[in-house]
């Protein structure tokens, strides 16, 4: 299996705050996505990345932004947390265009 | 722009029966389609992916797929249901733009299987 993790696992966070959450893979994969998922929407992407400080916005990404330093780890922040993003974080990485995509363990975050 | 239908957000089968989960996309390139299944409090894994090799996948645990251009379908099937299959799945289409990875997912479907 590809080695993907997430953290923090679950987080509990007040409206305001900027909240980040960590992607690590060890797999040297090139392509690396955020999700969230929410019931009645499926996944939705948020931000991707196909290298190195190369990112790009998804179809969801006000009030999210993503870093990528290292080909390893892709952070997304929430840089002002509100209610509409409590949500089910997913973090994702593949290898090229049109591969299969590994996901890590979801992130549960709850914004009161 | 591509996207992906999942036509039944619930479907129940009993142990034993054919399951069938339906997707339609659409997509402006030649699509890799692919079928991912969710265990609860689990991430997405691949179950089958189609790559233009084969209109017709297998994948892992018994679960197949056929590719029909005409019909811009990718349905998901399985000729006995278990109760290990009850999750939910989620079709996804990719398109290589400009040499950047996109994927689609639609919004899923939940599998009941009564014993």
């Known amino acids: 299996d590809a080695g993907i993790t997430q953290s923090p696992r679950h987080k509990v966070t007040e409206t305001g705050t900027p909240v980040t959450l960590r992607c690590h893979q060890t797999?040297?994969?090139?392509?690396m996505y955020w999700y969230r998922q929410d019931p009645g929407h499926g996944l939705r992407l948020i931000h991707y990345s196909y290298g190195v400080k190369d990112t790009d916005k998804g179809e969801v990404s006000d009030g999210y932004s993503v870093s990528r330093s290292k080909t390893e780890d892709f952070l997304l922040t929430l840089e002002s947390a509100t209610s509409s993003q409590t949500s089910v974080y997913f973090c994702?990485?593949?290898?090229?265009?049109?591969?299969?995509?590994?996901f890590g363990q979801g992130t549960r975050l709850t914004v009161v | 722009a591509q996207s992906v239908t999942q036509l039944g957000s619930h479907v129940s089968v009993s142990e034993g029966a054919l399951v069938l989960l339906r997707c339609n996309y659409s997509s402006s390139v030649p699509p890799y389609l692919f079928w991912y299944v969710q265990y609860p409090n689990q991430g997405l894994q691949l179950l089958l992916k189609y790559t233009s090799a084969a209109t017709l996948v297998k994948g892992i645990n018994g679960f197949e797929a056929e590719f029909k251009k005409s019909e811009t379908s990718f349905h998901l099937t399985k000729p006995s249901a278990h109760m290990s299959d009850a999750a939910e799945y989620f079709c996804a289409v990719s398109a290589g733009i400009g040499g950047y990875q996109k994927v689609t997912f639609g919004i899923g479907t939940k599998l009941q299987v009564i014993p």
């Open positions: 994702a990485s593949a290898t090229g265009v049109n591969t299969e995509a590994f």
């Open positions: 797999e040297n994969h090139r392509y």
